[in-house]
């Protein structure tokens, strides 16, 4: 049977490149221009979901104490933007990590964040490091979900240091 290596060892630090099978090198890459990788990351789906969903705040939509919206809005939302309620929700959180959404002081209401006011104006770098951003949320929330699978596996799927 072959070992596995997710397995939790105490000494050993864990090894992408056993976990996943990789070779002892990879082939070279090149990367486009900065221009380039930001016009791609202008038009990817997630990012332009997180920008509808700023724009449908407005001025503001009302919040709870858990920084949710009533059930209500949130399907108005979600058939707004075309989304399912499951997946809206998701984005929810997501645009509250990344800050495309804000909560007020009050923590009572809910407005487009600062990255989706800057996005469309913002010069590669800016755009980039959002891109990036929203790419570490999603890799995040993904690990979180499998450690949440397998329990066993926690520990070495917590990249960020969460558990």
Do not use: C, N
């Amino acid at each position: 049977m072959a070992e596995d290596p997710f397995e939790a060892d105490d000494d050993a630090d864990f090894d992408l490149k056993e976990a996943f099978g990789l070779p002892d090198q990879l082939p070279p890459i090149r990367l486009p221009a900065a221009a380039e990788l930001a016009a791609m990351a202008h038009r990817a789906p997630m990012i332009a979901e997180l920008r509808a969903l700023a724009g449908w705040l407005g001025a503001g939509r009302a919040v709870d104490e858990d920084a949710s919206m009533a059930g209500d809005e949130v399907a108005e939302a979600a058939a707004a933007l075309g989304l399912s309620v499951p997946r809206f929700e998701h984005l929810w959180e997501l645009a509250i990590e990344t800050g495309f959404v804000e909560i007020d002081d009050d923590e009572t209401g809910a407005l487009p964040g600062e990255i989706a006011r800057a996005w469309d104006a913002g010069d590669d770098e800016e755009v980039l490091g959002t891109w990036t951003a929203v790419f570490e949320a999603v890799i995040d929330a993904t690990l979180d979900i499998a450690a949440s699978l397998d329990p066993d596996r926690a520990e070495d799927l917590d990249f960020y240091g969460h558990g």
